[in-house]
C-alpha cells in the first residue's frame, strides 16, 4: 500500500507527529494542500519537502543549486514556453530530454513537450524557489556553478512514467462521467479561485465538480494535446476534435477553447456515434407529421429547410432523412462542417477554410457529380444560398439550416442575406423549425387537472377535453429532476400557391405566417407542444418555456 506524505515525512525526519497534526489541522480549516500547509506554518523548507515528495511519486530529484546546462540542451526549450510553464531542460540521457518541474501534478508537461518537440520527456522534481532561480538565472544569462548537471539529477530513482498522471485520470474520469450522465457537452470554466465542471444533460447545465485553480492549466493543457491543439497559445479561439472509444463505444467529442479574464475556458461537446441516426419516430413526429415529413422529403426537386437554435437537434433531423432516402439507386452528397456521423452509403464532404473548400465550392463541384440529394450543412452567405437554389432549380433535392426562431421567418432570413423573394418563392419546398423538450420521466410522472389558464396559454380552446396533465416528481432514476431525456417539438410549414404569390410579392412576415395558419400550412411549435402535454410526453411549463412566443401564440392545428 502507497504510504502518505505525512508517513513518508516523519519516516525522513523532516516533521515529528506533533507538526503533522499541526499541519492536518491547518490543511483542514484552509482547504490546501498538506505540502502547502506545512510550508506556510514554517514547519519544513521547500528542498527537504521537494525529496519527499518526489520519492513519494516514484521521480528523480534534481538540486539546481548544483551543476550546469549546456547552451544545446537550454535551447531546446524556447525562453517563453520554459517561463510560461515553469520548466527547466536538464540533460538528455537514454533518447529522453530530462525537464525539471516543480509539482508533482504537472508531470502532464511531458506530454505537452513531447507534442511540440516530437521526442521524449521525462520529468524530475525540484524545489520551487530552486526552478524559479534557475530559470531567471539561465535564460536571463547568469552565472552557472561548473559541475556537470547529470551529478545533481537522482537518476537511480524510479520514474514510473506507466502510470497515467493525475491529470489525464482527471479528464478521462470526466469524460466517462459525462457520458453515464447522458450529457451532451461538458464545460469546464476558469474562475479567480477555483475550476468549475459543469455537465449539460437534458439541455439544462448542473455543476458536477470544482478543482482548486492551481489545476485549470494542466486540466486545460491536457484536453488542448487531446484535441491537437496549440498548447502554447492563449490568448486566441481555438476549435479541435478528439476521438475516443469508451467501453467499445466510439465517441466524437469537439473541443472549443475560449480566453477569459481568469484564464481560458472548454467546452467538449459528446456525439455518440452508436446512437447518431434515430428513427422519426423517436424524434418526437406523430403518425401524422412523419407522413407529412415523409411526402415533402421525397420530392424529386427543391429546398428543405430545417431551422431552429444551436444545439436544437436540426443535424440529427437532417440524418434520420438522409438515412430514410439512402438506398443503392440513390446517390447523395453531403457539405458539412464539421461531419458529425458517418453514415455508409452517402459521400460526406468536410468544409476546409485553410484550403478555400467552403460550402459554395464544395456545392459547384457537387453539381458535377450527378448527385439526386444534396445536404448543405448550413446556409450562411448570399453564394451558398444562390448555388443551393440554383441546384433546387436544376432537379435536386437540397437539405440545409439556417439559424432562425420561426419556420416563416426561414424565408424573409434568405431575403436578408441578399435572395431575391422569385428565388426564394420558387425554390423554396417546406421548412421544418423545431426545439428539444425535456421528456417527463415515466417511473415519477404524476397527473394532476390542468388549469384553464394553462389551457389557454398552450392554445387549447375551451371544452377541448378534461383529460389531464402530467408534471414532473423527480425520483432515483431521473436523479430527482423529473425529466428523463427530450424529445423534438416541430413546426411544419409547407408553401402552397397562394404563399408563393405572397412571398413573391415580398409579403410581410405576419401576414405570411397568419395566412399560413389560417390555410392548414402551418402546423406551429405550440401546438405540437400542446398535444405532446396532453399524450403525457412532456409537461405544460417545458413547453412554454420553450415554445411560448409573443404576442402571437397561433393556435391549435
Known sequence: MKKTLGELLIEAGVIDDDGLREGLAHQRNRGVRLEEALLSLGLLDEVALTRVLARQQGMPFVDLEKGSISPGILARIPDEIAREQKVLPLLERDGALIVAIDDPLKRIVAEELEFLLGEKVSCALAAP????????????????????????????????????????????????????????????????????????????????????????????????????????????????????????????????????????????????????????????????????????????????????????????TLYSALSELNRPDVKIITAEDPVEYHIPGINQVQVNKRFDLTFARILRSMLRCAPNMILVGEIRDLETANVAIQASLTGHLVFSTLHTNDATSALTRLADIGVKPFLVSSAVQAVIAQRLSRRLCPSCREAYAPTGEERDLLGLPPGSGDEPFYRPKGCAACEGTGYFGRVGLFELFELDADLRERVYRGGRLSEIRREAIESGCLRSLLADGARKVQAGVTSAAEVLRIARTEPEIGGSS
Open 129 to 316: 524557489g530552486a526552478l524559479s532561480q534557475a530559470i531567471a538565472r539561465e535564460y536571463g544569462g547568469g552565472e552557472a556553478s561548473s559541475a556537470p548537471v547529470s551529478q545533481a539529477v537522482g537518476l537511480s530513482s524510479t520514474d514510473d512514467e506507466s502510470d497515467d498522471a493525475p491529470v489525464v485520470r482527471l479528464v478521462g474520469r470526466m469524460i466517462r462521467e459525462a457520458l453515464e450522465a447522458r450529457a451532451s457537452d461538458v464545460h469546464v470554466e476558469c474562475h479567480a479561485s477555483r475550476v468549475v465542471i459543469r455537465f449539460r444533460v437534458d439541455g439544462l447545465l448542473r455543476e458536477v465538480a470544482e478543482h482548486p485553480a492551481h489545476l485549470a492549466a494542466p486540466l486545460i493543457s491536457r484536453l488542448k494535446i487531446m484535441a491537437n491543439l496549440d498548447i502554447a497559445e492563449k490568448r486566441k479561439p481555438q476549435d479541435g476534435r478528439i476521438e475516443l472509444e469508451v467501453e467499445a463505444r466510439p465517441i466524437d467529442i469537439r473541443v472549443s477553447v475560449l480566453p477569459g479574464s481568469h484564464g481560458e475556458s472548454v467546452v467538449l461537446r459528446l456525439l455518440d456515434r452508436t446512437g447518431a441516426v434515430l428513427d422519426l419516430a423517436q424524434l418526437g413526429f406523430s403518425e401524422d407529421d412523419r407522413a407529412w415529413f415523409d411526402k415533402i422529403i421525397r420530392r424529386p426537386n427543391g429546398i428543405v429547410l430545417v431551422t431552429g437554435p444551436t444545439g436544437s437537434g436540426k443535424t440529427t
